[in-house]
């Protein structure tokens, strides 16, 4: 409303960002740590076939030119969009990565596994998504 009280548009200039991606736009998308230093890279999407919620994010991560990665999932409140470096940013170290329960993309799906997601969310100290 405008302040006569008539609708009004809304100010292109005062707009919010946009906050909904595709997620073929994701997969590929690098993920850093805080300081931009490379982790890996996103390779698949896990998602709440209920809530429609993104649960995990599956990242490759190490190897050579796509040899010898090995893949891990991590929750997706761990990870947080950084703009500046167009890239997701996760707050882990090499050593702390190479210690978690290791999945990959074409393995058991998590959501399958109970005791699983109970233990990776603890690892990272992760709220789980069934709860948020």
């Given at each position: 409303?405008?302040?006569?009280?008539?609708?009004?548009?809304?100010?292109?200039?005062?707009?919010?960002?946009?906050?909904?991606?595709?997620?073929?736009?994701?997969?590929?998308?690098?993920?850093?740590?805080?300081?931009?230093?490379?982790?890996?890279?996103?390779?698949?999407?896990?998602?709440?076939?209920?809530?429609?919620?993104?649960?995990?994010?599956?990242?490759?991560?190490?190897?050579?030119?796509?040899?010898?990665?090995?893949?891990?999932?991590?929750?997706?409140?761990?990870?947080?969009?950084?703009?500046?470096?167009?890239?997701?940013?996760?707050?882990?170290?090499e050593a702390q990565l190479r210690a978690a329960p290791a999945r990959t993309p074409e393995g058991t799906d998590p959501a399958e596994d109970g005791a699983w997601e109970d233990q990776i969310h603890r690892y990272y100290d992760a709220a789980p998504y069934w709860?948020?």
């Open positions: 409303m405008t302040a006569s009280g008539q609708p009004g548009t809304a100010d292109p200039v005062h707009k919010p960002p946009r906050r909904l991606i595709a997620s073929d736009r994701v997969v590929g998308t690098e993920v850093r740590r805080p300081d931009g230093g490379r982790v890996g890279r996103i390779e698949r999407l896990m998602l709440d076939k209920v809530s429609g919620r993104v649960a995990y994010a599956v990242m490759s991560f190490g190897g050579f030119l796509g040899l010898g990665e090995d893949f891990y999932t991590l929750p997706w409140s761990v990870l947080r969009f950084e703009p500046r470096q167009d890239a997701y940013v996760v707050d882990v170290t709860g948020i």
